[in-house]
């Protein structure tokens, strides 16, 4: 079992800026893909970036490229996920997850889940 507590969310002005931290723990493991999703209300679950926890590789949702950025510290078994200039319609629960594809970019694709943490952006 891998455990996940996300942590960081808040409320922000429409183009500030807000980390979120997934702190993952339990049998972990370098082979693992490590990837962050967002539900707004009334909406599907997005994917919205993901890293490889051992060799850095990432990706990025469209919507998000260019504002947000994905990093592991491999040290402290966290993931984080910087966003910049945040809008209105970023608001969601943020999920942080963990599965073994390399590339994943679908719920059904990752097998443990954090409890998520709230992201509100004010206009």
């Known amino acids: 079992q891998v455990q996940l507590v996300e942590s960081g969310g808040g409320l922000v002005q429409a183009g500030g800026s807000l980390r979120l931290s997934c702190a993952a723990s339990?049998?972990?493991?370098?082979?693992?893909?490590m990837g962050w999703f967002r539900q707004a209300p009334g909406k599907e679950r997005e994917f919205v970036s993901a890293?490889?926890?051992?060799?850095?590789?990432?990706y990025y949702g469209d919507s998000v490229k260019g504002r947000f950025t994905i990093s592991r510290d491999i040290a402290k078994n966290t993931v984080y996920l910087q966003m910049n200039s945040l809008k209105p319609e970023d608001t969601a629960v943020y999920y942080c997850?963990?599965?073994?594809?390399?590339?994943?970019?679908?719920?059904?694709?990752?097998?443990?889940w954090g409890q998520g943490t709230q992201v509100t952006v004010s206009s």
């Open positions: 997850a963990a599965g073994r594809k390399w590339v994943a970019r679908t719920q059904q694709e990752y097998d443990y």
């Open positions: 339990g049998r972990t493991s370098n082979t693992y893909t």
């Open positions: 890293i490889r926890w051992s060799s850095d590789f990432k």
